[in-house]
C-alpha cells in the first residue's frame, strides 16, 4: 500500500471518529475538541516544515486557522464583555503569528501559538459545569468544520 493510500485512509477514519464524537459531545466538549483540532494540526504543521512538504504545512496550517476562526466567530461580543474581547483579540493575535509562521517557515511561531491554545484549553477543563454552556449556532458552526 503506497502512502498516499495509507493517509487517504488516515483521513477517512479521522473524518469518521471525529464525526462521531461530535454527534455524542457536550456543547464543552465540542470546544475541547476544537483546541485539540488546532494543537494537532499545528503538530502536522510543523512536522510539515520540518520535512519540508509545503502541501501538508500549507493544508494544515490553514486548517488550524479555519478553527481558531470558528472559535473567533462564534464569541458572543453581545453578551461576552471583556472576556469576549479578550479572547477575540487572543484570537486574531494567533492567526497572525501563524500566518507569519507559514510566510516565514518559522516553527517557533508554531509553538508559540500551540502553547497559547493549551492554556486556553487547560483553562477551559477548568472551567465549573454551571458555565459549561454553548448557543445552538456555536454547535452548528463546529459541525461544519472537516
Known amino acids: 500500500m503506497n502512502s498516499m493510500m495509507k493517509q487517504k485512509f488516515l483521513d477517512q477514519y479521522q473524518q469518521t471518529s471525529v464525526q462521531t464524537g461530535l454527534e455524542n459531545a457536550t456543547p464543552h466538549k465540542l470546544v475541547s ?4 483540532g488546532i494543537l494537532d494540526n499545528l503538530a502536522l504543521t510543523k512536522g510539515a516544515m520540518q520535512r519540508k512538504d509545503y502541501e501538508q504545512k500549507a493544508n494544515k496550517l ?15 461580543m453581545e453578551h461576552g464583555g471583556d472576556v469576549a474581547t479578550n479572547y477575540e483579540a487572543l484570537y ?3 492567526n497572525r503569528r501563524l500566518l507569519q509562521a507559514s510566510s516565514q517557515n518559522d516553527e517557533t511561531l508554531i509553538d508559540e501559538v500551540a ?3 493549551r492554556e486556553l484549553k487547560d ?12 448557543t445552538q449556532s456555536q454547535l452548528e458552526s463546529v459541525k461544519n468544520i472537516k
Do not use: E, H, T
Open 33 to 36: 475538541m476544537l483546541y485539540d
Open 123 to 134: 483553562a477551559w477543563s477548568q472551567m465549573p459545569d454551571n458555565f459549561k454552556m454553548a
Open 62 to 76: 490553514n486548517k488550524a486557522v479555519l478553527i481558531i476562526g470558528s472559535l473567533r466567530s462564534n464569541l458572543d
Open 92 to 94: 486574531s493575535y494567533m
Open 115 to 117: 502553547n497559547l491554545v
